[in-house]
């Protein structure tokens, strides 16, 4: 018998008895049968895709080796556009690099690769980060990665006076090209967007200071 035909057999007997059982009892027995046969689809999509890969072995190999070409080709030019930024003080993370091919990332829809700095701005970690994508886009942004009131951000940048093109849910866009832009412009972009944050980063500090020492 197998766990299919056990579990419907089970189910289809326990009806109206699971009124009187006991509650613990009947969650434990539920999320016993959701794990197995959530386990056996995992299995199922595995096998499946093993047979696909021994049906076109050459044509897989060939495929994750273009991969790889992209992944270097997007690492390059986000490389080039970030070699000569000036990153002010206030940044704590200083450029870093992710890829969305990267074996560790398993919730990026889309291909790209990024650099990404941080600074603590209103209160909160706030990233800006640059990246550009197998879709002919080269994009700044500015999102929260560690959550927080996106309101009070947002706030911070408008009392500032630094504009953005538009949001996005809880980001920010500050500038967008083609991916035919040179790397130079991007990386003006950029430096202009870090500047300012610091520039206004601290003013703000210096007045507050002040007003501590009053």
Excluded at 29 to 34: G, S
Aim: aromatic share 12%; hydrophobic share 40%.
């Amino acid at each position: 018998m197998t766990y299919d035909e056990f579990f419907s057999v089970l189910l289809r007997n326990i009806g109206h008895k699971t009124l009187d059982a006991d509650h613990r009892c009947w969650i434990y027995l539920r999320d016993f049968i959701t794990t197995i046969q959530n386990l056996r689809r995992e299995l199922c999509m595995k096998k499946e895709l093993l047979e696909f890969f021994k049906k076109h072995e050459q044509i897989a190999l060939e495929f994750n080796r273009r991969l790889k070409d992209l992944a270097d080709y997007l690492r390059s030019r986000t490389e080039k556009m970030a070699d000569g930024v000036e990153v002010p003080g206030c940044f704590t993370i200083q450029g870093k690099y992710w890829s969305s091919l990267n074996p560790k990332d398993e919730t990026s829809t889309s291909i790209y690769h990024t650099v990404y700095y941080e600074t603590d701005l209103a209160g909160v970690t706030v990233r800006i980060e640059t990246w550009i994508s197998v879709n002919g886009v080269w994009q700044i942004e500015v999102w929260l990665p560690k959550g927080g009131e996106f309101s009070k951000v947002k706030k911070w940048f408008e009392d500032n006076r630094i504009r953005f093109l538009h949001q996005d849910g809880s980001t920010l866009i500050y500038a967008k090209f083609e991916d035919s832009v040179a790397e130079d412009e991007v990386r003006k972009k950029l430096q202009e967007l870090l500047n300012a944050i610091n520039v206004r980063a601290k003013s703000r500090a210096a007045v507050a200071d002040e007003i501590a020492l009053k």
